[in-house]
């Protein structure tokens, strides 16, 4: 009986170790020429919701990206809102996960599925999820 019960133990376990190889894929590989053109986006936070429009215009070097991004920020009093428009960005693309930052602002982290990107994004004293949609 102790044999029966230290083979089905064994085979478990193997099973089991089988299970985790398999959950741990290599992530996809995206085409960095698809990610090209003009990605339109929201950043939500505890009291807050920006718009983020971020447009890819080349692939430099492989794994990267050039292209600017315009984060509309709410201001006070007016209503109107304060942009910083056109900043540059190079973007750096590992397998399906994007990655860039804003001169003075947040750095954003996504993971690209088709014409979707969802994420995160991280400034000094903001952070939260992000998600762009590409319209271009």
């Known amino acids: 009986m102790t044999r029966r019960w230290f083979i089905a133990a064994a085979l478990l376990v193997l ?9 741990a894929q290599e992530p996809k590989t995206i085409d960095p020429q698809s990610l090209i ?4 986006g929201d950043m939500v936070g505890d009291a ?4 983020t429009y971020l447009t890819l215009k080349s692939v430099q070097d492989a794994g990267k990206l050039a292209g600017s991004v ?5 201001t006070t ?6 942009g910083n428009r056109d900043n540059p960005v190079t973007a750096t693309l590992d397998g399906d996960r994007l990655s860039f ?3 003075n602002g947040p750095e954003y982290t996504v993971t690209v599925s088709g014409k979707t990107m969802t994420g995160t994004y991280r400034g000094i ?7 762009f949609t590409k319209v271009k």
């Open 125 to 131: 004293r903001i952070s939260g999820p992000v998600s």
């Open 15 to 23: 099973s089991c170790a089988g299970v985790g190889s398999i959950a």
């Open 48 to 51: 807050y919701s920006w718009k």
């Open 101 to 103: 930052a804003v001169m």
């Open 37 to 40: 053109g003009e990605w339109w």
């Open 70 to 74: 315009y984060v509309v920020v709410p």
């Open 77 to 82: 009093g007016t209503g109107t809102a304060y």
